[in-house]
């Protein structure tokens, strides 16, 4: 049995607990001021060396395979320390006791004795160790019944949390009283003391409600200590939120988007917007479904929208074109590799379908199928991922009318898909009809792209989806 | 605390209420045997982790049965990339799984089954349980030569692995588990089991091959649904309880609640990668381009399955070191997959110069870094 006494000079240790965040400001307040009293009068903590337990079969070595603390963290007691293996057999080992861990004798991969120290804990004097025995299972029920203090041979009821709190607010436990099951102390019980000590508000317990203003027909038989029912009066008591931030680097995939996202803001961007009435090619696509099912190709609207930029493109090339660094060169692409931004587990890709010049609305349908079942299952491959020209981003099919897209270098220009509404629109005789309505937002880089050719390009565009028999003349 | 008693009562109260068959009258102690509706492995993972973390076993026993569509399920502390091939797997959509208890990766399909044996931690006993598997086997077919060896494998004509063990202790509670294999399909299990990365080094823990068989080779008279009914038989007779299986859906909240997030984080990549003990590459590969081969040596650190430390080292200005430095600095800190690889690759791109040529470069280059993970 080893057993290490510490003695401490400086002042105030504060005990990590993570009960002390459930409270509010006032009790926590009032057990600092309490602590100092008490530190000068109690001893500090004892250095208890817990040992590693029966595994069970006989063995009597494991390997450290992965440790849940380090040194200077406070555990509780059933918190996990650390895994072992041994044999095809993985055992979580947890503490037994409360505290702070002082020392690890293992690092990983190292072996492990049974019967051996593992981690050395400090815990509070006060709370006195029992003799070091090997901890083997404890039946699941009982360990919420710990004797605290044998007063006159009464037991007194209370679970490690409550204790600790009972024990930082130097309370006695048995001049508490129980509400709990077997006349257990719960932390009710410990508020309500301290309450009646200091005066200090406390926030309601759990169980209590706010009463809704009812009309006082029916009384409902609530808790029975109640009586005259009052609409209580809202009192600001300090709300009490333990989470915590949480900061992670920006790595991989993320670090890369902030380089090509500054990048892209350096672009002049312009917007230009429009409405688009979709109805005849809502009727067109019903049509055509079945036939590309036939075929085991999903149609969407996007192979048209795709083909539709590229009938466009073919007399606007200075959208399908590249901006050299200098900004002394123009590239005009002679491929219309048009992007389609998908939104996978990991963010925004954008795979793109290349030379739509030469596809067909079939075969351009069959592609994305493709690289939509690659993007999903995260599987798309650099080829899928560069080259492109010409972006659009279908954003409405999560939600959205306007938008303001980013042109993503080196391209000039992209466009934003809203979602589709029906809305109502006058016709030629002035008649209000139901349209199917959508808006695009195109950005451009303005220092080779104006507003007018932005706006002739979304015209032609525009009208071929309004008219998508008007495509059939000008395809290729 | 409260919780955990309350939500064991669940269980119990639960399991009367919700039995499709009527029958199972016991609420503390006794014997259950139950089998899972799901043949998803994360999904049947996780009903396991609900038993041993809800379920108060201190005067109960629990057998669980259940198959998987195929995926390979590694040990707790173990490198996927030193024990399987990964590729293949993304390509044959077989799924990946990382279990909570120790021991050796497997390949799971239909055609094998998964025995647990749920006991409190001081009656946990795995060569009990494996004599209970061969008697039941040979209680279905005498003829069989199959035995327990010390390393609670199951060997079939002392030569061949049918059954593999491992093992998860807790504080109160212990689950024993096994696989059978009956009719799974051999030739994908070797593939997918050969590691094709070369360079790793690590401490996790490694898998020991052996040749195997499926019971179905020997006696193709049997079906996994008879070797099933057979230990379940056994199991009851042993325990002496109601030979009566309980199915268990392993998506329903209301018998088994909170297991959707248990699943849930059973698929995540900080489980099922992240977990993997700290390792080393370091290897050199030949890479092609145009017409000419290359050699690169690369050598990196992997911890939680990121990159910690990464070094490539090229032939002399085959690249701008201005751009290898790039590519090196963003790798340092991404995860070490090719998916996220092939992101931030193919993103960086479009900073990089518009030059057709080191871009074509950069690529191939970047391809072939995947090729490692």
């Known amino acids: ?50 040992k590693l337990s029966d595994i069970g079969e006989g063995i009597t070595e494991v390997t450290v395979k992965e440790w849940y603390i380090k040194e200077g963290d406070s555990v509780s007691q059933f918190d996990s320390i650390c895994e072992v293996q041994s044999d095809k057999a993985s055992v979580t080992i947890t503490s037994r006791y409360d505290g702070i861990i002082r020392k690890l004798h293992y690092n990983l991969d190292e072996i492990a004795y049974v019967g051996k120290p593992l981690v050395d804990i400090e815990i509070d004097a006060s709370k006195g160790v029992s003799p070091e025995e090997d901890v083997v299972e404890t039946p699941p029920m009982s360990h919420e019944e710990h004797t605290h203090q044998e007063i006159k041979g009464h037991k007194t009821l209370a679970t490690p949390a409550v204790r600790r709190l009972a024990m930082e607010n ?25 309450a009646k000590q200091t005066g200090a508000i406390l926030p309601p317990s759990p169980k209590a409600e706010i009463i809704p203003p009812l009309p006082k027909s029916e009384t409902v038989p609530a808790a029975p200590k ?113 992007g389609v931004a998908m939104d996978t587990e990991q963010g925004l890709i954008v795979p793109n379908v290349k030379n739509v010049q030469v596809c067909s609305v079939f075969e351009i349908a069959s592609e994305l199928n493709r690289l939509q079942s690659l993007g999903s299952a995260g599987q798309l491959g650099t080829n899928d991922l560069t080259g492109g020209t010409f972006t659009l981003s279908n954003i409405g099919t999560i939600g ?20 589709i509404q029906v809305l109502p629109r006058f016709n030629e005789k ?18 080779i792209i104006d507003g007018a050719t932005m706006a002739r390009f979304s015209n032609l565009w525009k009208s071929y989806l309004e008219n998508p028999a008007s495509m059939l003349l000008d395809l290729k | 605390m409260v919780l955990q008693s309350s939500l064991k009562n669940c269980l119990q109260l639960s399991c009367v209420l919700r039995t499709p068959k009527a029958g199972f009258r016991s609420t503390t102690s006794g014997s259950l045997i139950i089998q899972s509706t799901s043949n998803d492995v994360y999904q049947n993972l996780a009903v396991e982790d609900w038993i041993h973390d809800h379920m108060n076993l201190e005067n109960r026993r629990v057998l669980f049965l259940w198959r998987n569509s195929p995926a390979v399920v590694i040990g707790r502390h173990q490198n996927p990339w030193q024990e399987c091939n990964l590729r293949l797997l993304r390509q044959k959509n077989i799924k990946l799984a990382r279990r909570r208890s120790g021991g050796g990766t497997v390949y799971h399909d239909l055609g094998n089954i998964n025995l647990t044996f749920f006991t409190s931690r001081k009656k946990y006993e795995r060569m009990e349980n494996l004599k209970l598997v061969v008697k039941a086997l040979k209680a279905l077919r005498p003829q069989l030569d199959v035995h327990v060896t010390d390393r609670y494998d199951i060997l079939l004509d002392r030569h061949y692995k049918i059954s593999g063990t491992a093992a998860k202790l807790g504080r ?51 079906t996994c649904e008879m070797l099933l009914d057979a230990i379940a038989e056994e199991y009851a007779t042993q325990h ?25 984080e059973l698929q995540t990549w900080e489980w099922v990668y992240g977990k993997t003990p700290k390792f080393s590459i370091s290897t050199c590969f030949n890479m092609v381009y145009k017409d000419s081969v290359l050699d690169v040596k690369v050598d990196m650190d992997v911890k939680h399955g990121r990159i910690e430390v990464c070094n490539i080292d090229l032939p002399e200005q085959w690249l701008p070191p201005a751009l290898s430095s790039e590519l ?44 490692l993970m």
């Open chain 1, 170 to 194: 130097n309370i006695k436990l048995s001049e508490v009283v129980g509400t709990g099951k077997d006349n257990r102390i719960l932390k009710e019980d410990i508020l309500n003391y301290l």
């Open chain 1, 430 to 447: 002035g008649e209000v009809f139901k349209a199917q309505i959508m808006n695009v937002s195109w950005s451009a880089d303005h220092r």
């Open chain 2, 240 to 264: 002496q309880t109601d030979q009566h299986i309980t199915l268990i859906n392993p998506a329903d909240e209301t018998v088994l609640p909170g297991i959707n997030n248990k699943t849930k």
């Open chain 2, 172 to 222: 109160t509670s212990a689950y024993h588990h096994c696989t059978l294999l009956c009719n799974a399909d051999k030739f994908v299990l070797s593939s997918a089991l050969k590691s094709p990365y070369k360079g790793l080094k690590s401490n996790a823990t490694p898998s020991v091959p052996a040749s195997v068989k499926n019971l179905f080779e020997e006696d193709p008279s049997l």
């Open chain 1, 226 to 338: 109640d009586r005259a029912r009052k609409i209580p009066v809202p009192v600001s008591r300090p709300i009490v939120f333990s989470g915590k931030d949480k900061t992670e680097p920006v790595t991989g995939f993320h670090k890369a988007m902030v380089k090509t996202m500054s990048a892209a803001l350096k672009i002049p961007h312009f917007g230009y917007c429009d409405e688009i009435d979709l109805t005849q090619l809502v009727q067109l696509r019903e049509d055509l479904k079945p036939l590309a099912q036939v075929r085991g190709v999903k149609l969407s609207f996007m192979p048209f929208f795709i083909k539709a930029a590229s009938l466009g493109l073919l007399q606007y090339p200075i959208l399908n074109a590249s901006l050299d660094e200098s900004c002394q060169n123009v590239t005009y692409k002679a491929s219309h590799n048009i």
């Open chain 1, 400 to 419: 959205g009318t306007y938008a303001k897209p980013v042109i993503l270098p080196p391209e000039v220009a992209i466009g934003a898909l809203g979602k």
């Open chain 2, 328 to 371: 090196v600095k963003s790798l340092t800190g991404s995860k070490f997959c090719p998916n996220e690889t092939t992101a931030l690759a193919t993103t960086l791109l479009r900073v990089c110069p518009q030059d057709e040529e080191l871009q074509s470069r950069w690529n191939v280059l970047c391809e072939n870094m995947t090729m």
């Open chain 1, 1 to 50: 049995v080893c057993i290490h006494r510490v003695r401490s000079c400086s002042g105030i240790r504060f005990i990590k607990s993570k009960y002390v965040c459930v409270f509010d400001k006032s009790a926590l307040k009032f057990s600092h001021q309490q602590r100092l009293f008490r530190t000068s009068a109690v001893s500090c903590g004892q250095i208890v060396q817990f």
